[in-house]
């Protein structure tokens, strides 16, 4: 006798995918309650219990680690370079100039600029070392892609920060950078996808609602492409990374902490 088939629903939250996200199913009584809180870093972000392997120092690169504290220093030096630097044409260049040359600890800038590029190595590292031990197997696959998103949003911090200097080489590079938003999928007007949403004749992924034209605020880089851009860097992708850090860390106690050969 064949097995009733199951329904959709059923057979996404018995997935793997769905299992690695969610690791308690919903509560119905007071004991279930209980253990939903438990499970969710943010209802209580200190685990219940962690393998005594998951808090002992381990042979492993510490890239991390280095990563986090780099990300706290980036954060310490931005805040003091937002007390004088000042996003607009006007004074975005003049500003940077000075902080290297009249304003006291201006050796800030200098940490925030040479400490980003260390973090990006850093991440990449730190990547490499858990792609080559495996780390990225069950029951830690979850955990590898937050670990993926907070690559992509330190690249974005980097991406983001490179505009605000408002010399030359940043304007160009922003430039050439940006245009590659135009080939983003479905979302890019020159990116696949585009030219199948359209509205009768009325293409409605264009130059002037596209990928590109939400990142600069324009079609130009410009006053507001600058403006957003430091939005961009200084509040909205360091919350998102953030809450993913406390997320990638609890996760790490949850898993079994630090990874080794698998």
Same mark, same amino acid.
């Given at each position: 006798?064949?097995?009733?088939?199951?329904?959709?629903?059923?057979?996404?939250?018995?997935?793997?995918?769905?299992?690695?996200?969610?690791?308690?199913?919903?509560?119905?009584?007071?004991?279930?309650?209980?253990?939903?809180?438990?499970?969710?870093?943010?209802?209580?972000?200190?685990?219940?219990?962690?393998?005594?392997?998951?808090?002992?120092?381990? $042979?492993?690169?510490?890239?991390?680690?280095?990563?986090?504290?780099?990300?706290?220093?980036?954060? %310490?030096?931005?805040?003091?370079?937002? %007390? $004088?630097?000042?996003?607009?044409?006007?004074?975005? $260049?003049?500003?940077?100039?000075?902080?290297?040359?009249?304003?006291?600890?201006?050796?800030?800038?200098?940490?925030?600029?040479?400490?980003?590029?260390?973090?990006?190595?850093?991440?990449?590292?730190?990547? @490499?070392?858990?792609? @080559?031990?495996?780390? $990225?197997?069950?029951?830690?696959? %979850?955990?590898?892609?937050?670990?993926?998103? &907070?690559?992509?949003?330190? &690249?974005?911090?980097?991406?983001?920060?490179?505009?605000?200097?408002?010399?030359?080489?940043?304007?160009?590079?922003?430039?050439?950078?940006?245009?590659?938003?135009?080939?983003?999928?479905?979302?890019?007007?020159?990116?696949?996808?585009?030219?199948? &949403?359209?509205?009768?004749?009325?293409?409605?992924?264009?130059?002037?609602?596209?990928?590109?034209?939400? &990142?600069?605020?324009?079609?130009?880089?410009?006053?507001?492409?600058?403006?957003?851009?430091?939005?961009?860097?200084?509040?909205?992708?360091?919350?998102?990374?953030?809450?993913?850090?406390?997320?990638?860390?609890?996760?790490?106690?949850?898993?079994?902490?630090?990874?080794?050969?698998?």
């Amino acid at each position: 006798m064949a097995a009733p088939k199951r329904g959709i629903w059923s057979q996404i939250i018995r997935s793997q995918v769905w299992k690695s996200i969610f690791r308690h199913a919903v509560p119905k009584d007071t004991r279930g309650r209980a253990l939903a809180v438990l499970n969710n870093v943010f209802l209580h972000l200190h685990p219940v219990r962690i393998r005594k392997s998951g808090i002992a120092l381990g $042979y492993t690169w510490c890239m991390g680690g280095l990563t986090f504290f780099l990300f706290l220093v980036e954060t %310490f030096t931005g805040l003091l370079l937002m %007390f $004088y630097y000042r996003p607009t044409l006007e004074y975005a $260049y003049m500003d940077i100039v000075e902080l290297g040359e009249q304003i006291p600890l201006g050796i800030m800038r200098e940490l925030h600029r040479w400490g980003a590029h260390a973090m990006v190595i850093s991440v990449w590292l730190h990547m @490499l070392r858990v792609f @080559l031990t495996g780390s $990225y197997k069950p029951p830690r696959e %979850f955990n590898w892609v937050v670990g993926v998103i &907070l690559l992509v949003l330190t &690249l974005l911090l980097s991406f983001t920060g490179y505009l605000l200097p408002w010399d030359q080489l940043a304007i160009w590079a922003i430039t050439v950078g940006s245009n590659m938003a135009r080939a983003t999928p479905f979302l890019g007007h020159e990116g696949p996808g585009a030219s199948l &949403l359209k509205l009768g004749d009325v293409a409605l992924v264009h130059a002037g609602d596209d990928a590109r034209f939400a &990142l600069l605020a324009g079609r130009f880089v410009g006053a507001g492409a600058l403006l957003r851009f430091y939005v961009l860097h200084c509040v909205a992708i360091p919350v998102v990374a953030a809450i993913l850090m406390a997320v990638h860390f609890w996760r790490v106690r949850k898993d079994g902490g630090i990874s080794g050969p698998m």
